[in-house]
T-cell receptor, first 111, second 116 residues
Framework: SQQGEEDPQALSIQEGENATMNCSYK?????LQWYRQNSGRGLVHLIL?????REKHSGRLRVTLDTSKKSSSLLITASRAADTASYFC???????????FGEGTQLTVNP | KAGVTQTPRYLIKTRGQQVTLSCSPI?????VSWYQQTPGQGLQFLFE???????NKGNFPGRFSGRQFSNSRSEMNVSTLELGDSALYLC???????????????FGPGTRLTVL
């Protein structure tokens, strides 16, 4: 079963714009991770934020985590056509355990 | 280091047959997890192996099984295939937790299984 929900399910923007995706989850977590998947391929780990962190940056990515609301957001700044992919949040209840994935957001960046 | 490799990449089987998928983790990674991805159910955890022992198991029927060898390579087996088993099967490996964590899981390209 899916841990959480992602919002929106699909997002279409122009190159150079920012893209924001949201994720909600249901249980207590050790950390929350974001992954990218290009069509029909494996997932690529983007960023991990621990339950005691509120915000984390990596290049053009910014992730926030609100454990009181059980939600996270992923912001991609200055998007590029190459960012077109599906983005998934995933939670780990304890370190090193299974990942529980959200439903994903399909991001399309138009050149 | 070489990434996670999965073989075969594509597989077509018929109902009732069985299938074995293989996964080689990144060198030094001892944890291997398997996930099933379908359009209807999304990404679902199958099981995780660590040092040849199943450490976690998802909510799948007993037709789905796996094992891990001493070199950390893993196989998963699906017996008596059903149409609904058609999916992308993804394998992921994790670095040792003693490495400090924060790396997430490293996924292979997946095996696309089609059951006819």
């Amino acid at each position: 079963s899916q841990q959480g929900e992602e919002d929106p399910q699909a997002l279409s923007i122009q190159e150079g714009e920012n893209a924001t995706m949201n994720c909600s989850y249901k249980t207590s977590i050790n950390n929350l991770q974001w992954y990218r998947q290009n069509s029909g391929r494996g997932l690529v780990h983007l960023i991990l934020i621990r339950s005691n962190e509120r915000e984390k940056h990596s290049g053009r990515l910014r992730v926030t985590l609100d454990t009181s609301k059980k939600s996270s957001s992923l912001l991609i700044t200055a998007s590029r056509a190459a960012d077109t992919a599906s983005y998934f949040c995933a939670t780990e209840e304890t370190s090193g355990s299974r990942l529980t994935f959200g439903e994903g957001t399909q991001l399309t960046v138009n050149p | 280091k070489a990434g996670v490799t999965q073989t075969p990449r594509y597989l077509i089987k018929t109902r009732g047959q069985q299938v074995t998928l293989s996964c080689s983790p990144i060198s030094g990674h001892r944890s291997v997890s398997w996930y099933q991805q379908t359009p209807g159910q999304g990404l679902q955890f199958l099981f995780e192996y660590f040092s040849e022992t199943q450490r976690n198991k998802g909510n799948f029927p007993g037709r789905f099984s796996g094992r891990q060898f001493s070199n950390s390579r893993s196989e998963m087996n699906v017996s008596t295939l059903e149409l609904g088993d058609s999916a992308l099967y993804l394998c992921a490996s994790s670095p040792p937790t003693t490495s400090g964590g924060g790396f997430g899981q490293f996924f292979g390209p997946g095996t696309r299984l089609t059951v006819l």
